[in-house]
């Protein structure tokens, strides 16, 4: 059972990597390639991570703080960052998409 759950971990984690991936080279501008990156990404290594800590919790019988640590550190730096180079490109007026719509 903690086999199938560390597998559905995986593909999952793997499933939002991908999705992140796809959507940094698919999107048009700028501000909506940040949206992959922070979200997805962000849930993907997560669960990537988050199986790390289910395998040796239950099969080495050692509980990973480290990685536990990791994903919180994730969970608080990853948006933030995405956040801040996002008012960045505001304040330097980087250019939307022509078919972008901003709703004030």
Known sequence: MIEWLIVG???TGTA?????????????????RMHGPA??????VSCVLLAGVVYFTFT???????????IAFIFLTAP?????????????DVKFHDQTRIEK
């Open 9 to 11: 971990l995986l593909v």
């Open 16 to 32: 939002f990597m991908v999705t992140s991936s796809v959507g940094l080279l698919r999107l048009p501008d700028f501000y909506l």
């Open 39 to 44: 979200k997805a990404a962000t849930l993907g």
């Open 60 to 70: 080495r019988d050692h509980f990973s703080v480290r990685e536990v640590l990791a």
């Open 80 to 92: 933030v960052g995405a956040h801040m180079l996002t008012k960045a490109a505001r304040h330097i």
